[in-house]
């Protein structure tokens, strides 16, 4: 059978929903799961490849039925709900009428309060937090950008499924997802080094890895907590 970039197969194929990836730069087979979407993602470095991945995935099935059983419940923007924020239990409050979203110190921790109903009172829920994300987002990008003597770049805020973040260093920008703005600051640091450090490597060689942690010290951390706690920030507002 020809496999194809971008392919979803049912899921009596492999025993879950599942999404063919090429991904040129990836030097092995793998699998991630999609928690936002509800299916596995088999990667390869290219097309011939993709046979193998589905093979691979075959021997895996159990592992990844696991993996989509073990996904967090979604976390609705809603009044009454609890969502992290700069790694923080943050409550949603219903304030009526019709006033924009605010994140205000509560005497038993931080609230976010808006107004709206329903969809509108989720939106400006997720405008807030979106708005919050660039400005962090931006400053320490900024920061890592004079550390390493580096022109500025133009960022923007998306809410991505597979990266928590992108740099393209031929055209100076940076993508960043919303969702990380969530995570405790220094996890949200380590993002904007890891990608400012790609505008001096546009690889994941030693010598780019040396770059981040002159950054930030000792990144495994960090990256061992977005690993760990990605369903969770990508089940927020689904």
Not at 67 to 89: I, K
Not at 188 to 204: G, K, S, T
Not at 214 to 227: A, Q, T
Request: charged fraction near 25%; hydrophobic fraction near 40%.
């Amino acid at each position: 059978m020809q496999y194809r970039n971008g392919q979803r197969l049912p899921p009596d194929a492999l025993g879950v929903p599942a999404r063919l990836s090429v991904n040129p730069r990836a030097r092995r087979l793998s699998i991630r799961i999609d928690g936002r979407a509800g299916e596995a993602v088999l990667v390869a470095p290219s097309e011939r490849a993709l046979a193998q991945a589905v093979a691979f995935a075959r021997t895996r099935a159990e592992w990844m039925r696991q993996r989509l059983a073990d996904r967090p419940d979604s976390a609705p923007l809603e009044p009454g709900a609890t969502v992290p924020l700069f790694g923080r239990d943050t409550r949603l409050i219903a304030t009526g009428g019709a006033g924009a979203a605010r994140l205000v110190e509560a005497a038993d921790g931080p609230v976010i309060q808006s107004g709206g109903e329903g969809e509108a009172f989720s939106r400006r829920v997720e405008n807030l937090i979106k708005r919050l994300a660039r400005q962090v987002l931006v400053e320490r990008t900024e920061h890592h950008l004079r550390s390493l003597g580096q022109r500025p770049v133009k960022v923007s805020i998306a809410d991505t499924r597979s990266r928590w973040g992108s740099c393209s260093p031929h055209n100076r920008t940076i993508r960043y997802s919303w969702r990380v703005i969530m995570a405790p600051p220094a996890v949200a640091d380590y993002l904007a080094a890891h990608e400012v450090a790609h505008l001096v490597h546009a690889d994941h060689s030693p010598a780019y890895w040396s770059v981040v942690q002159r950054l930030v010290g000792d990144h495994r951390p960090f990256r061992k907590w977005l690993r760990e706690n990605c369903p969770a920030l990508h089940a927020v507002g689904r």
